[in-house]
């Protein structure tokens, strides 16, 4: 499976401010996607990552608070915008095979503190 | 809209005991089911899925489309089996995974 890093693995943050986390894939890979996992909850899909256009955002969250990049097959940028405390969590990005019935695979998640 | 349930937060077992962590799904069509597992410190990484059909680490789990059901057994608990696991869906046309809540399973010695 593809060997999926992340940058930070985790940082403190002050609120109003933003934070941008990198994801770096090793092979090319159809699908990107970036997850949450509030404290003690499941993992929400946040949006799919798609390459050369916008980037398709889950009920709940929007473009302004949480802008995608995805300039590549190898790369995605999760910014999170404006953090208050509620946006401390658990940020994954997840990679897959769209078409395939391959498995997504996790890269070890973002760990985000706003004070 | 798919949903997946597990309705156990935590299940706490004996070493040697048979464990069953449970898994309902609802969705109209035919999705495909998977179980990833986090232990502690570690990544989250995919445990087994149903088309699979395989026994990973001694874990199996049978899709069960009449009672919408994916639970994961183990005969023999293991204190290494001691992780987060959470049971996910993933729609017959689709990509995006839906997860349930997730599991912690706890072997005691």
């Known amino acids: 499976s593809a060997v999926i890093s992340q940058k930070p693995s985790r940082d403190i943050c002050q609120r109003g401010t933003s934070l941008t986390i990198q994801c770096q894939v090793d092979s090319q890979v159809t699908m990107m996607f970036w997850y949450r996992q509030q404290p003690g909850q499941s993992l929400t899909l946040i949006a799919t990552a798609n390459q050369g256009s916008e980037a398709t955002y889950e009920s709940g969250f929007v473009i302004d608070k949480f802008p995608i990049s995805r300039p590549n097959l190898t790369f995605s940028t999760l910014t999170v915008s404006n953090m208050s405390p509620e946006d401390s969590s658990i940020y994954l990005c997840?990679?897959?095979?769209?078409?395939?019935?391959?498995?997504?695979?996790f890269g070890d998640g973002t760990r985000l503190s706003i004070l | 809209a798919q949903r997946v349930t597990q309705p156990e937060k935590l299940l706490s077992v004996f070493k040697g005991a048979p464990v069953e962590l449970k898994c309902n799904y609802s969705y109209s069509g035919s999705p495909e089911l998977f179980w990833y597992v986090q232990y502690s410190r570690q990544r989250l990484q995919l445990l087994l899925r149903h088309i699979s059909r395989e026994s990973i680490k001694g874990f199996t789990a049978d899709l069960n489309k009449g009672e919408t059901s994916f639970h994961l057994k183990k005969p023999f608990a293991q204190e290494e089996d001691s992780a987060m696991y959470y049971c996910?869906?993933?729609?017959?046309?689709?990509?995006?995974?839906?997860f349930g809540g997730g599991t912690r399973l706890m072997v005691k010695p």
């Open positions: 997840s990679v897959g095979e769209g078409g395939s019935n391959q498995p997504q695979h």
């Open positions: 996910a869906l993933r729609p017959n046309a689709g990509n995006m995974l839906t």
